[in-house]
């Protein structure tokens, strides 16, 4: 809450906007934001790790290569992807509850929350169980045996959730917009 020194030079309805918002302490907001950079850049790195995992096991035609490439897809899949993914996106949303921005008051800001919610569901429901599938289903595989994937499915993912991180981005040092009806 706010002391009336801080709401001083304000009009009455900004000192009870700001009232309202209750913005985080500043120690809290830079810790937070530190944890929100590192695991939006992780998902981003992993991604890209991604990518090139499933680029090698779609060129190699060396069956131990495509059978190492399932294994170490199906590792960040158990391990990285649900970690980092609901990181980025709570970091975010307490990011946005608790400064200025809010969370709907900026157009820029639930954009980008509306994509990062669809990313999150998307490596959480889809990605990830079908990148456990396809390493499982390699495990099965006989070691010299090259096996059939889908190049589409491999390649894809990647390709979109890097097309909307990069999107991400972009809104959160461009800004742009304005604002909601809800924020005016």
């Keep these: 809450m706010t002391t009336d020194s801080e709401t001083a030079g304000r009009t009455p309805a900004r000192a009870k906007q700001a009232?309202?918002?209750?913005p985080m302490p500043p120690p809290?907001?830079?810790t937070v934001l530190v944890l929100h950079v590192i695991a939006a850049v992780g998902w981003l790195g992993v991604t890209f790790a991604n990518v090139a995992l499933g680029a090698t096991l779609l060129t190699t035609n060396d069956p131990q290569?495509?059978?190492?490439?399932?294994?170490?897809?199906?590792?960040?899949?158990d391990f990285v992807l649900i970690?980092?993914?609901?990181?980025?996106?709570?970091?975010?949303l307490l990011?946005?509850?608790?400064?200025k921005w809010g969370l709907i008051r900026h157009k820029w800001v639930l954009t980008?929350?509306?994509?990062?919610t669809l990313v999150v569901l998307l490596t959480?429901?889809?990605?990830?169980?079908?990148?456990?599938?396809e390493r499982d289903a390699a495990e099965i595989a006989a070691a010299d045996q090259l096996l059939v994937t889908d190049p589409n499915s491999m390649i894809s993912a990647g390709v979109v959730s890097t097309?909307?991180?990069?999107?991400?981005?972009?809104?959160s040092i461009v800004k742009p917009w304005g604002r909601t009806r809800w924020g005016r």
């Design 19 to 22: 009232r309202r918002t209750a």
């Design 28 to 30: 809290v907001r830079k």
């Design 65 to 77: 290569v495509q059978h190492a490439m399932f294994r170490a897809l199906g590792v960040v899949a």
């Design 83 to 92: 970690p980092i993914a609901w990181t980025a996106f709570l970091t975010g």
């Design 95 to 99: 990011l946005a509850l608790g400064t």
């Design 112 to 116: 980008k929350f509306l994509l990062t």
């Design 124 to 133: 959480t429901f889809s990605l990830v169980p079908g990148l456990k599938s």
């Design 163 to 171: 097309t909307i991180y990069t999107i991400c981005v972009l809104l």
